[in-house]
């Protein structure tokens, strides 16, 4: 039988400066079913704020469900013995 030691390190979750976040939204107005009217995805709020005031203007529709993501990596505290690059899928370094 093989023999494994685990030891806990502490890590931080921090947002990956190197990725953009998206943002989009979807319209959920609608009383049977959905409008589903989407903004498509940008790397900034502005133009998605912009076309639900488009939307609403054009259809009174006023529910929306917003979206956003971004990227995070696990970093090691200071202190800790991990190194400083976070491990990417496939196991390189990032």
């Known amino acids: 039988m093989t023999r494994r030691v685990f030891r806990y390190v502490p890590f931080t979750i921090e947002q990956d400066a ?3 976040p998206e943002y989009e939204v979807r319209c959920v107005s609608g009383d049977e079913t959905e409008c589903g009217a989407r903004s498509g ?9 912009e076309w ?15 979206h956003f993501r971004d990227y995070a990596v696990m970093r090691p505290t200071a202190g800790s013995s991990e190194p400083a690059e976070p491990v990417r899928a496939g196991g390189g370094a990032g």
Request: aromatic fraction near 8%; charge should be positive; charged fraction near 35%.
């Open 52 to 66: 639900q005031r488009r939307h609403t203007q054009e259809t009174r529709h006023r529910r929306y469900h917003r």
């Open 18 to 20: 190197t990725a953009e």
């Open 41 to 49: 995805t940008y790397s900034h709020p502005a133009p998605v704020e």
